[in-house]
C-alpha cells in the first residue's frame, strides 16, 4: 500500500484558514486520496476524498498537486469542533473493497 | 448521513472470557465491513476485512482464532473477542461500505473500549 507522510501535529486560531499538507510520493494512477478525522474517544469521520482534480464540500476543500504526489486539506475557518486527528489515507477503491490503511495523522489543535 | 452503530459502547471483562461486538449499519446495507483496534495516543490498525457471507479477510499478524469475525447479514458484523487477555485491552472500531451507494466512503461506528481485568 502506498504510504502518506503528514506532521505530527498543527496549530491553528478560531476563525483562521488551516492548511494541512500529505505528501504521498508513491502515489499510482488508479490511488483515490482520502481524508478522514477523529475527535477524541469516537470513530473516524469521513472529510473529503479526490482523484485528480480539487474538490469541494461543506466541511473542506481538497487541493491535489499536478502530478498527484502530495494533497492538502484547507478548513477554510477552524473551529474548536475541528480540533482533532487528521488522516491523509491512499487507496485502491475497488481493491479488497477499498480498504483504508491509516497513518498517524496530523493532529491539530484550535486556539479561540 | 449513513450510520453505524456499535454495542456495547464499552466493555469490562475477566481474563480467560470472551466478548462479543456488534456492528451494525442502520440506514444502508453494508456489503463490507472493516474491523480495526486502536491502543491509546496511537492510529487505528486494520485487523480484518468482512464482506457479508463470506470468510473475513485477516491482515497479517491477527489471529483469526482469537479474533472471530461474523458477517451474517447485510446489516451486522461481530467481533468476537475469545479468551481475552489484558492485552486485548483497546478500542475497537468498526467502519461499513455500502451498497449501491457508489460511494466511496467509509462510515465509521463510534468505537467500543474494551478493558481485560
Known amino acids: 500500500d502506498a504510504k502518506t507522510t503528514q506532521p505530527n501535529s498543527m496549530e491553528s486560531n478560531e476563525e483562521e484558514p488551516v492548511h494541512l499538507p500529505c505528501n504521498h510520493s508513491?502515489?499510482?494512477?488508479?490511488?483515490?486520496i482520502h481524508w478522514y478525522r477523529q475527535l477524541p474517544s469516537q470513530g473516524p469521520e469521513y472529510v473529503i476524498h479526490?482523484?485528480?482534480s480539487n474538490v469541494n464540500n461543506r466541511m473542506a476543500s481538497l487541493a491535489i498537486a499536478e502530478d498527484r504526489k502530495s494533497s492538502t486539506l484547507i478548513l477554510h475557518r477552524a473551529t474548536l469542533r475541528d480540533a482533532a486527528v487528521y488522516y491523509c489515507?491512499?487507496?485502491?477503491?475497488?481493491?479488497?473493497?477499498?480498504?483504508?490503511?491509516f497513518g498517524q495523522g496530523t493532529e491539530l489543535s484550535v486556539k479561540p | 448521513g449513513a450510520v453505524v452503530s456499535q454495542h456495547p459502547s464499552w466493555v469490562i471483562c475477566k481474563s480467560g472470557t470472551s466478548v462479543k461486538i456488534e456492528c451494525r449499519s442502520l440506514d444502508f446495507q453494508a456489503t463490507t465491513m472493516f474491523w480495526y483496534r486502536q491502543f491509546p495516543k496511537q492510529s487505528l490498525m486494520l485487523m480484518a476485512t468482512?464482506?457479508?457471507?463470506?470468510?473475513?479477510?485477516?491482515e497479517q499478524g491477527v489471529e483469526k482464532d482469537k479474533f472471530l469475525i461474523n458477517h451474517a447479514s447485510l446489516t451486522l458484523s461481530t467481533l468476537t473477542v475469545t479468551s481475552a487477555h489484558p492485552e486485548d485491552s483497546s478500542f475497537y472500531i468498526c467502519?461499513?461500505?455500502?451498497?449501491?451507494?457508489?460511494?466511496?466512503?467509509?462510515?465509521f461506528g463510534p468505537g467500543t473500549r474494551l478493558t481485560v481485568t
Open positions: 489515507i491512499l487507496s485502491l477503491v475497488y481493491n479488497q473493497g477499498g480498504k483504508l490503511i
Open positions: 508513491t502515489i499510482s494512477g488508479t490511488d483515490y
Open positions: 479526490g482523484l485528480t
Open positions: 467502519s461499513a461500505r455500502s451498497r449501491g451507494r457508489g460511494s466511496y466512503e467509509q462510515y
Open positions: 468482512s464482506n457479508e457471507g463470506s470468510k473475513a479477510t485477516y
